[in-house]
Every structure is written in structure tokens, then in C-alpha cells.
């Protein structure tokens, strides 16, 4: 069966200090990646995907992971965050079965950023 | 373009009652999928809808909970008789097709409080 690992359920950091956020999955197809971000009380918000193609992937606001297929993991990074980075990030994956892609989430990581 | 709707935002119930939950796609999209996340929990696929279609309802629990996406309206989480378990945050996305289902985008959720 398909799941995924986040494996941090909590990730202080200082403010411009680098944070990676890790993730690993299982599974014995190929899949598409994902990581979504949730503020609080609010919905998720897709922060960057991964189809195919180069495995490291970019979002607008200076985050990135890359795709280690003999690794199974989506690890998310960034340099230098900001307060305002403060949120719960999850990582999916997208199981295709049944004709449409069924997403499978991590438990979340939560980011706290400290001043 | 307006994202995806769902109201309320929260919902108080008392055990035994019932909470009616509602879910209006982004314009354009016609496949709806409920998701449950219980508290420090990642979110738990649990029913996709097409109109008028329920496609994999095998994230559903057996009992009380029910979901449909008529012709006309919005797609509809029905759950009776609620307990204190069912106290969750549940969020719909949407996608325009199975096709495309992999890229869901979410509403902001409803948060149920049973007590």
C-alpha cells in the first residue's frame, strides 16, 4: 500500500536560518509529488509539484525539493525563512488508480519560525 | 474566478444532530473530492464526486456519513447523528476532469465541533 512519511511532526527554526522538511513515500508505481501548505484556519495551498522531468522543483517564494527516486523522497527546502513561513506543510502523493489520481497525504510538519 | 466555497467555516453540533456541509467547485470543475482531518492528523481521502456520480466513496465510514454532487448546487457532506469523533476540519477540492485529477485545488475547510 501507498503512504507517506513525514518525518518531523515539529521543526523550530530561527529566522533566516535553512530548513529542510523531510518526506519519504512508498510505492511501487510511478507517482506525482506534491507539498501543500496550511496557514492557520485556513485551507492548503499547493506549494510546488513534482510530474516529471528535473527533479528539483521551484516555488515563488523561494522554496524547492527534489526528487530522489531511489531514495523515495521529496525532501522541501529553504535557505533563509521568514516569519511569515510559519504554517503546517504537507506532503502528498498522487496515486493513480480507478482512472483519476487519489491523493495520499503525510501527517504534516509543523514550521514554527522564531525571531 | 473564485476558488473553491465551502460553507460554514464552522459548524457546532450537538451529539445526535446533524451536520449538513457544503462544497462549490471552481468554475469549470465538475469532479469534487471530500477530505477529513482529525486533530495533529494529515488529511484522510473520503468520498469523489462527479455530478451525480459518486466515483470511490472508500474512504467513507459505513455508517451515518453520506455525500452527493446534484445536477445543480453544490456537492454536500452529509453526516447524521454525529458523535464526538466526527469534531474534524473537512475540505473539499476540485479539479476540472479525472484527467487532471492529480491537481486538486482546496477550500478553506469546515471546522465541526460536536458537542
Same mark, same amino acid.
Request: charged letters at 20%; aromatic letters at 12%.
Given at each position: 500500500? $501507498?503512504?507517506?512519511?513525514?518525518?518531523? &511532526? $515539529?521543526v523550530?527554526?530561527?529566522e533566516?536560518?535553512? @530548513?529542510?522538511?523531510?518526506?519519504?513515500? +512508498? +510505492?511501487? !508505481? +510511478? !507517482?506525482?509529488?506534491?507539498?501543500?501548505? $496550511?496557514?492557520?484556519? $485556513? %485551507?492548503l495551498?499547493?506549494?510546488?509539484?513534482?510530474?516529471?522531468? &528535473?527533479?528539483? @522543483?521551484?516555488?515563488?517564494? %523561494?522554496?524547492e525539493?527534489?526528487?530522489?527516486k531511489?531514495?523515495?523522497?521529496?525532501?522541501?527546502?529553504?535557505?533563509? !525563512?521568514?516569519?511569515?513561513?510559519?504554517a503546517?506543510?504537507?506532503?502528498?502523493?498522487?496515486?493513480?488508480? %480507478?482512472?483519476?489520481?487519489?491523493?495520499?497525504? %503525510?501527517?504534516?510538519?509543523?514550521?514554527?519560525?522564531?525571531? | 474566478?473564485?476558488? =473553491?466555497?465551502?460553507?460554514?467555516?464552522?459548524? =457546532?453540533?450537538?451529539?445526535?444532530? #446533524?451536520?449538513?456541509?457544503?462544497?462549490?467547485?471552481?468554475?469549470?470543475?465538475?469532479?469534487?473530492?471530500?477530505?477529513?482531518?482529525?486533530?495533529?492528523?494529515?488529511?484522510?481521502?473520503? =468520498?469523489?464526486?462527479?455530478k451525480?456520480?459518486?466515483?470511490?466513496?472508500?474512504?467513507?465510514?459505513?455508517?451515518?456519513? *453520506?455525500?452527493?454532487?446534484?445536477? #445543480?448546487?453544490?456537492?454536500? /457532506?452529509?453526516?447524521?447523528? =454525529?458523535?464526538?469523533?466526527? *469534531?474534524?476540519?473537512?475540505?473539499?477540492? *476540485?479539479?476540472?476532469? *479525472? #484527467?487532471?485529477?492529480?491537481?486538486?485545488?482546496?477550500?478553506?475547510?469546515?471546522? /465541526?465541533?460536536?458537542?
Amino acid at each position: 500500500a $501507498q503512504s507517506v512519511t513525514q518525518l518531523d &511532526s $515539529q521543526v523550530p527554526v530561527f529566522e533566516e536560518a535553512p @530548513v529542510e522538511l523531510r518526506c519519504n513515500y +512508498s +510505492s511501487s !508505481v +510511478s !507517482v506525482y509529488l506534491f507539498w501543500y501548505v $496550511q496557514y492557520p484556519n $485556513q %485551507g492548503l495551498q499547493l506549494l510546488l509539484k513534482y510530474l516529471s522531468g &528535473s527533479t528539483l @522543483v521551484e516555488s515563488i517564494n %523561494g522554496f524547492e525539493a527534489e526528487f530522489n527516486k531511489s531514495q523515495t523522497s521529496f525532501h522541501l527546502r529553504k535557505p533563509s !525563512v521568514h516569519i511569515s513561513d510559519t504554517a503546517e506543510y504537507f506532503c502528498a502523493v498522487s496515486l493513480l488508480s %480507478g482512472g483519476y489520481n487519489k491523493l495520499i497525504f %503525510g501527517a504534516g510538519t509543523r514550521l514554527a519560525v522564531h525571531p | 474566478n473564485a476558488g =473553491v466555497m465551502q460553507n460554514p467555516r464552522h459548524l =457546532v453540533r450537538r451529539r445526535g444532530q #446533524e451536520a449538513r456541509l457544503r462544497c462549490s467547485p471552481m468554475k469549470g470543475h465538475s469532479h469534487v473530492y471530500w477530505y477529513r482531518q482529525l486533530p495533529e492528523e494529515g488529511l484522510k481521502f473520503m =468520498v469523489y464526486l462527479q455530478k451525480e456520480n459518486i466515483i470511490d466513496e472508500s474512504g467513507m465510514p459505513k455508517e451515518r456519513f *453520506s455525500a452527493e454532487f446534484p445536477k #445543480e448546487g453544490p456537492s454536500i /457532506l452529509r453526516i447524521q447523528q =454525529v458523535v464526538r469523533g466526527d *469534531s474534524a476540519a473537512y475540505f473539499c477540492a *476540485s479539479s476540472p476532469s *479525472s #484527467e487532471s485529477s492529480y491537481e486538486q485545488y482546496f477550500g478553506p475547510g469546515t471546522r /465541526l465541533t460536536v458537542t
